[in-house]
């Protein structure tokens, strides 16, 4: 099993930065895209930024223009640098992670237990 641990939340300056971090472990040859979400209150989750096994990224339209997500495939670790925070990001940031099967295809999603942001004056 593939299992994601976030680091690198908690209490930023609005207009502060913070980078995040999402290490895997386990079975890493088979991690495909790898992604960034968030929860501030309620139940849904919203999207931040993706990026492929091959390093292309795709963005949610929230925090465009101040994130930049990028992986590191030698440590197995994804990241997502925040810059020019806002109090309306304050959230639980998870990392999710897409499983491969022995065919290429995809056979589950797995998530991190997520870490705390919160942007405060």
């Known amino acids: 099993q593939v299992e994601l641990v976030e680091s690198g939340g908690g209490l930023v300056r609005p207009g502060g930065s913070l980078k995040l971090s999402c290490a895997a472990s386990?079975?890493?040859?088979?991690?495909?895209?790898m992604g960034w979400y968030r929860q501030a209150s309620g139940p849904e989750r919203e999207f931040i930024a993706h990026?492929?096994?091959?390093?292309?990224?795709r963005y949610g339209r929230s925090m465009r223009g101040r994130v930049l997500i990028s992986r590191d495939d030698a440590s197995n670790t994804a990241f997502l640098q925040m810059n020019d925070l806002k109090t309306g990001d304050t959230a639980v940031y998870y990392c999710?992670?897409?499983?491969?099967?022995?065919?290429?295809?995809?056979?589950?999603?797995?998530w991190g237990q997520g870490t705390q942001v919160t942007v405060s004056s």
């Open positions: 386990g079975a890493v040859d088979r991690l495909a895209t």
């Open positions: 999710s992670a897409k499983i491969l099967g022995p065919d290429g295809s995809l056979e589950e999603e797995v």
């Open positions: 990026i492929a096994s091959y390093g292309s990224a």
